[in-house]
């Protein structure tokens, strides 16, 4: 295929992706209060302005937006979240019809197996995120002084519950990557489980640095599942080492310099 026709592919294939994600997030508008609460359902918030004072401080705090174009603009940020999450199928479709022309059928197979993993990996790490909030916004509140209020603005508990969930999502695709790298061949099981105190130590200072909150529960939740992730990486990739070895025996038990037996002409070919 030229230059232009590659350009054409690429767009239309933009404008279906495009499109999808129009739709959901019109649709996500339609719903964006319903989605506005379910975001900053793991807040404790106080229940009147008086119960957020100085005797509930440290416990619960008041939700609040800031300006009157804040509601408008907290409304397109969660609507246009929902759009890119409920388009997603559609948008991953389009990019794989876009690569797949370029693949050979054994790459074609893989890559359908890692795009199987990889989705369910991410979505875990997200809800696992999720699950991670109310008790990460307990403990940041609790540093609150005995005599003051807690504001917590709706725009930046978005922005910190987006950055953990991408954060959290992103990380749960390390062993993806990792077992990618073994059956490419690049990177041995052997190798991977002798690197295991280097890999614990990085993804704990992966953690630390990586978690939006910067509080020791958000650290520990992020370091936990992907140390065991990264062991059950190791499990996978010492099958398939110990799958591949019948092969790899046979292959160096060739002699470089022997030539091979060439059969004759009216003899069929030898099976090895």
Known sequence: MPLAGHLRELRNRLTKAIGAVVVTTVVGGLFHKQLIDFVIAPLPGCTTVQEGSATAAGRCGVIATNGLLSPVTLALKVSLTAGLVGAS????????????????????????????????????????????????????????????????????????????????????ELPLLLVMLNLAGILSAARMTGWWRHMVLGVAAFA?????????????????????????????????????????????????????????????????
């Open 89 to 172: 199928p559609v948008w991953l479709h389009q990019l794989w019809q876009f690569l797949a022309p370029g693949l050979r059928r054994g790459e074609r197979k893989y890559t359908l197996a890692f795009l199987a993993t990889g989705i369910p990996l991410f979505l875990t790490g997200a809800v696992f995120a999720y699950a991670v909030l109310p008790a990460t916004a307990r403990i940041l509140i609790s540093f609150t002084p005995d005599r003051a209020t807690s504001i917590l603005p709706v725009d930046d508990f978005l922005d910190l519950a987006t950055r953990m969930v991408v954060v959290f999502g992103l990380s749960f």
């Open 208 to 272: 630390a640095i990586a978690t939006p909150s910067g509080d020791p529960l958000s650290m520990l939740a992020l370091a936990g599942p992907v140390t065991a992730l990264y062991l059950v990486a190791c499990a996978v990739s010492w099958l398939n080492d110990r799958r591949r070895e019948p092969a790899d025996t046979a292959a160096r038990a060739l002699d470089a310099d022997e030539p091979s037996v060439l059969p004759e002409p009216n003899e069929p070919p030898q099976r090895p």
